[in-house]
């Protein structure tokens, strides 16, 4: 995954999405506690994530480890 992060949250959902280059279409898989990874329709590749309950989360101050098959790169 390579572009401009994009991040965007819908207060009333309580939902963050962070995603990486222009909006494409995409399905979201399920990887359990509230966090979804966004996979490509066309190329299956991963193309951000997505953390339910997000406000709760960042409240309680709760670690959750994840393992995201996500490489970010960091350009100046």
Same mark, same amino acid.
């Given at each position: 995954?390579k572009? =401009?992060?994009?991040?965007?949250?819908? *207060? $009333?959902?309580?939902?963050? #999405?962070?995603?990486?280059?222009? %909006?494409? #279409?995409g399905?979201? !898989?399920?990887?359990? &506690?509230g966090?979804? $990874? !966004?996979?490509?329709?066309?190329? &299956? #590749?991963?193309?951000?994530?997505?953390? %339910?309950?997000? !406000? =709760?989360?960042? %409240?309680?101050? =709760?670690?959750?480890?994840?393992?995201?098959?996500?490489?970010? *790169?960091?350009? =100046?």
């Amino acid at each position: 995954m390579k572009g =401009k992060l994009n991040i965007y949250y819908d *207060e $009333e959902g309580d939902l963050l #999405e962070i995603g990486v280059g222009t %909006h494409r #279409e995409g399905t979201f !898989r399920n990887l359990g &506690k509230g966090v979804f $990874e !966004r996979i490509d329709t066309q190329t &299956k #590749e991963v193309i951000g994530i997505a953390i %339910h309950g997000f !406000r =709760k989360r960042a %409240h309680d101050l =709760k670690d959750t480890p994840l393992s995201l098959p996500v490489t970010v *790169e960091l350009l =100046k």
